[in-house]
């Protein structure tokens, strides 16, 4: 008679069905906690992405008004040191002619901001002393209000653009982070598609450090 034959049933098969069940729900449950790991984690991420968006657009907006307003106020300024200059040089004109009365009108027409800065100059005794500053304009006490504006807009507007420029990259860099979730949400969800138990473990282990990364990269961001 024929020998009988013996038939092995898959280890799959041949385990406990409580067992099965048991490893299908826990990697059901690790499938679907990344999923919604990586969703609250690409929500987040998008809405700081926005967040540093606007703030760029702000930075720059401000940056452009800065330097707008500094171009105004350095333009008063030349305006104004024009002005005294040329107040300066008919008073100098009128002063070596021995003309007083025109020479006290010139002196009225001065700004208070070219003053002191006369002041200064004529104490150096500057018509007999050839070593006095050759002009008010070059003594310290000299500063147009305009001038100083001007600086300290430009300056200005140099910090927003810089700030605006970092905004861009904190945008930038949560978008990317985006991206490592995405691919989270894919693998995890492909992960149900797959019966055989190593590939699905592997599939959920590479979710998993994809997942880390991500967070570890939106832990080390600026946020607002």
Do not use: C
Not at 22 to 28: I, S
Request: net charge neutral; proline share 4%.
């Amino acid at each position: 008679m024929p020998e009988p034959v013996h038939v092995h049933a898959p280890h799959e098969l041949s385990e406990p069905s409580e067992a099965v069940t048991r490893r299908e729900r826990t990697l059901e449950i690790i499938a679907a906690l990344l999923l919604s790991l990586a969703t609250v984690g690409i929500a987040w991420s998008g809405y700081q992405a926005a967040r540093w968006s606007g703030i760029q657009a702000q930075r720059y907006t401000q940056a452009s008004t800065a330097r707008s307003l500094a171009n105004r106020a350095s333009t008063l300024a030349e305006q104004e040191r024009t002005q005294d200059l040329l107040n300066f040089n008919r008073w100098l004109e009128v002063k070596t002619e021995g003309n007083t009365e025109l020479t006290a009108l010139y002196e009225r027409r001065f700004r208070d901001e070219f003053r002191p800065a006369f002041a200064a100059w004529l104490s150096s005794d500057p018509l007999t002393n050839a070593h006095a500053i050759s002009s008010p304009l070059l003594e310290k006490q000299y500063v147009l209000a305009d001038a100083v504006k001007a600086d300290r807009l430009e300056k200005l507007g140099d910090v927003r653009f810089e700030q605006g420029k970092q905004a861009t990259e904190n945008a930038d860099d949560y978008v990317f982070v985006t991206v490592f979730f995405a691919v989270v949400l894919f693998f995890a969800g492909i992960s149900l598609r797959f019966t055989w138990l190593p590939i699905r473990i592997g599939i959920l282990a590479l979710a998993a450090t994809l997942l880390v990364y991500g967070v570890i990269r939106i832990g080390a961001l600026p946020r607002l």
